[in-house]
Nanobody, 116 residues
Framework: QVQLVESGGGLVQPGGSLRLSCAAS????????MGWYRQAPGKQRELVAI???????HYADSVKGRYTISRDNAKNTVYLQMNSLKPEDTAVYYC??????????WGQGTLVTVSS
């Protein structure tokens, strides 16, 4: 089995920045896409950003120009740099991993709170 451990969440002021990290461990063979989703209170979980194994990123329109997703394949880690944060970015952020034809794996979630 694969485990995802997330870190980097916390409280930040509007306009501030945070960087989330998600490290995969366990039955790692060949990771395909990795990504980040978020779920705000009372809202459905939504895609934030994904990145392919060769480094091609895709972003939700709401975060384009503010967030940057990256990955370090040697460390089996995906990052999410979040800049110009807004209160509406407040959510629990979940890491996601795809590997071959196995089911998706999810992290435990890390809370990001944007507030003054």
């Amino acid at each position: 089995q694969v485990q995802l451990v997330e870190s980097g969440g916390g409280l930040v002021q509007p306009g501030g920045s945070l960087r989330l990290s998600c490290a995969a461990s366990g039955s790692i063979f060949s990771i395909d896409d990795m990504g980040w989703y978020r779920q705000a209170p009372g809202k459905q979980r939504e895609l934030v950003a994904i990145i392919s194994k060769d480094g091609r990123p895709h972003y939700a329109d709401s975060v384009k120009g503010r967030y940057t997703i990256s990955r370090d394949n040697a460390k089996n880690t995906v990052y999410l740099q979040m800049n110009s944060l807004k209160p509406e970015d407040t959510a629990v952020y979940y890491c996601n991993l795809r590997q071959g034809r196995y089911p998706e794996v999810w992290g435990q979630g890390t809370l990001v709170t944007v507030s003054s």
